[in-house]
């Protein structure tokens, strides 16, 4: 076992142990029959019971201890309460890697929580790689290890994929889908309860393997997110793709989760955030990622920033309408085709009015093979598209005539280097012969319209994020605080503006009032329309206490705000320990909102929205984890529903975006930073000027767990 690749004891074993062996052990036997499905040497698998003489036509052995040599991986078959008693004998005999079948630990309450802590122990202390348990095992297919409790599926064959699932039930359903459909395997594995090894793990082991290009993922936790990101990080910089499905999105999926595994799932908002600021390509559901991982399987992923779209190619003019809705709900840019290849089809094709993207060919191919073949080679040429994407009938049997078709297309793909994409109409069930075309051929083929479509999406979008340099490390902007945290909880307005001020966060101009008549002159000083509010700690939501007046104008109506507020205020709260009021002139701007909460597993949530009823309403707001760039910062407001106010409607002028994006990454790292030490942040609001005078946070709020040390 190479120190750098601990887990080659566990995919690329040359000698297995089936610890519990027995024809009548469901999972042992299963577990024999998939190795010899896949062509294990049978003469290196070992069965140990302490009842038998031989297991499987093979020779058994009552204890691991008798067996002679050297043992690099052992699957235990044995029930929970055997296990560790087990996993000893393993140290003893210097076993490497381990796979435990059995349920019955953390998923099933206290004492099987103690139990599995007491399994992870005894793991470590001997440095065993331990996948499980509570698991079906893993699949390692060019190495012929079929170590998997479920049947596995005869079309399994080696490819450039990697599973790594959080769902033993969900990878046997994947592992028989994805191999009809062609797609070939390196590795797969699901961790069951991840005891000592987890899904990071695996994923890191699958990012090093030059075989996989890429890695397909069902995840419902990470116990340890920054192991996750690391991870993930690994495989974005060895060009892998990593394809997520995540489960526990919601309230009663997370509380499934946590019953299914015991691991805590976390905010959904701010575990895609994460996620997909990694690089990962997320998905909705197990049809979804199937596509995806079809497409992402059979087509090279490259940095491209996709300035030219793509060209689709079908034989109904219905179907050319639909593709257009669905093409823009989906992302994907149809250009206008070029005039010379207009004017090549026009002198083609019967239907000028239907000449365009999408392209309607009609039933050329059976009636005027010729034209057919003369309007796609064209296409092929098409200096605007980087992509196209084919629609044709697919009966029960490909016909002579159809195999000559996409042997055509296949080679004015490699003429052209253009990216291909077959799609069908719907999903449909095809025979083998269909797939065993595309696979040939190398021609990735999308079931369904829209699945197709979302899928090409994501990997345009995925290359182009690359080609943008998105995931580069964020590089610091602002300083590291010089300003010290008094006490907890609800920081006072000053305190909280010297820590904004460290890291450059532009507060609006702002003057504390002791009185009345000290009100009236901060306000002459700093101008009308002005704005008086209270400043308490105790009060930090000032609307609630009618402690905010706006739009005052002059001496008089400032003195009496200051009058009506205290008033108010003592009233309702009488308790509350009164700073003064704050008096700040009344600016114009967009009113957008930057906060930070805490997410009890990611930390510091950075999250970023338009202001009023866009938020309080409609919730539009965007989710990162810090730090972020201001490049990030800038795509995250670019995704809000109602980004276009950003950019001057009904005639105002357009915000400044860029400043607004250098205030969101500046207040990243102001929560990077200061971590578990900040609970909360609300700059709301925050005023975006016009173009070119930045942005400014008019009211602020913090409140801390303990002072910094």
């Known amino acids: 076992m190479s120190p750098d690749r601990p887990l080659e004891s566990l995919f690329e074993a040359d000698r297995i142990a089936i610890i519990g062996a027995s024809e009548r052990n469901h999972y042992a036997a299963t577990i024999f029959r998939n190795l010899q499905k896949l062509g294990f040497d049978t003469s290196q698998i070992v069965p140990v019971n302490p009842n038998r003489a031989e297991v499987f036509g093979l020779k058994a052995y009552p204890s691991l201890l008798d067996v002679p040599g050297k043992i690099p991986l052992a699957v235990v078959a044995t029930n929970a309460k055997s ?40 793991a470590r202390e001997i440095g065993l790689q331990l996948v499980g348990p509570n698991c079906m095992g893993l699949v390692s297919v060019p190495r012929r290890l079929g170590l998997w409790a479920g049947e596995l599926p005869g079309s399994l064959r080696a490819g450039n994929v990697a599973g790594v699932f959080q769902s033993s039930g969900m990878l046997n359903l994947f592992l028989g889908l994805a191999s009809k459909r ?98 990962a390509i997320l998905v909705n559901d197990l049809d979804d990622l199937l596509e995806t991982t079809v497409l992402f399987a059979s087509t090279p992923v490259r940095p491209d920033p996709h300035k030219r779209g793509v060209a689709l190619v079908t034989i109904s003019g219905g179907d050319c309408t639909l593709l257009c809705d669905m093409s823009e709900q989906e992302g994907i840019p149809l250009p206008e085709l070029s005039p010379e290849t207009l004017q090549t089809m026009v002198e083609k094709l019967d239907k000028p009015t239907l000449i365009g993207n999408p392209l309607d060919v009609e039933n050329l191919q059976r009636q005027n093979e010729e034209a057919f073949n003369h309007c796609l080679a064209t296409l092929f040429q098409e200096p605007r598209v980087d992509t196209v994407g084919v629609r044709l009938n697919l009966p029960n049997v490909p016909s002579d005539l159809q195999v000559t078709i996409y042997e055509r297309i296949a080679r004015w793909r490699a003429e052209s280097g253009k990216r291909v994409v077959v799609f069908s109409r719907a999903s449909e069930p095809l025979s083998d012969e269909w797939y065993a075309l595309f696979r040939r051929l190398d021609l990735p083929f999308i079931q369904e319209y829209r699945k197709g479509l979302r899928a090409l999406a994501r990997l345009r979008r995925s290359e182009s994020e690359r080609a943008s340099g998105r995931f580069a490390v964020p590089e610091r902007t602002g300083l590291r605080p010089t300003s010290r945290l008094e006490g907890s909880g609800v920081l006072s307005f000053a305190a909280t503006a010297k820590i904004l001020n460290d890291y450059g966060i532009l507060l609006a101009p702002w003057l504390m009032a002791g009185s009345a008549d000290d009100a009236a002159r901060a306000a002459e000083t700093l101008g009308y329309p002005c704005v008086v509010k209270l400043s308490s700690v105790d009060v930090p939501h000032k609307t609630e206490y009618g402690a905010l007046a706006l739009g005052l104008s002059n001496g008089a109506e400032v003195r009496a705000a200051y009058e009506l507020i205290i008033a108010q205020v003592r009233e309702k709260k009488p308790d509350a320990q009164i700073e003064g009021v704050i008096v700040q002139p009344q600016l114009r701007g967009v009113e957008c909102l930057l906060g930070v909460s805490r997410d009890p597993q990611l930390g510091p949530v950075l999250v970023l929205g338009l202001g009023g009823v866009l938020v309080e309403v409609l919730k539009d707001v965007a989710i990162r984890i810090p730090p972020i760039t201001p490049a990030e910062a800038r795509r995250a407001f670019d995704s809000l529903r109602g980004r276009a106010i950003l950019h001057g409607v009904r005639g105002a002028p357009p915000a400044d975006v860029d400043g607004l994006a250098e205030m969101a990454s500046r207040l990243s790292w102001l929560a990077h930073d200061l971590g578990e030490e900040v609970t909360e942040i609300d700059l709301n609001p925050v005023l975006a000027l016009p173009a070119g005078r930045g942005a400014m946070a008019v009211d602020a709020l913090m409140v801390t767990r303990e002072h910094l040390r």
């Open 83 to 122: 296990v560790l008693s087990v996993v000893r004998q393993l140290g003893e005999k210097g076993v490497r890697g381990a796979i435990v079948l059995a349920d019955g630990f953390r998923e099933a309450g206290e004492e099987g929580k103690a139990l599995q802590e007491q399994l992870a122990q005894a």
């Open 182 to 279: 062609g797609v070939g395997f390196h590795i797969a594995v699901s961790g069951g309860n991840e005891a000592v090894l987890s899904a990071s793990d695996y994923l890191t082991y699958a990012a090093d393997c030059p075989e996989v290009s890429v890695i397909v993922m069902f995840m419902e936790a990470a116990a340890d997110p920054k192991k996750l990101t690391l991870a993930l990080d690994r495989a974005l910089a060895n060009g892998k793709s990593v394809v997520v499905l995540r489960a526990g999105r919601t309230e009663r999926a997370r509380r499934n989760v946590i019953a299914h595994t015991g691991n805590l799932a976390g905010s959904a908002a701010a575990w895609e955030a994460l996620l997909d600021q990694h690089g």
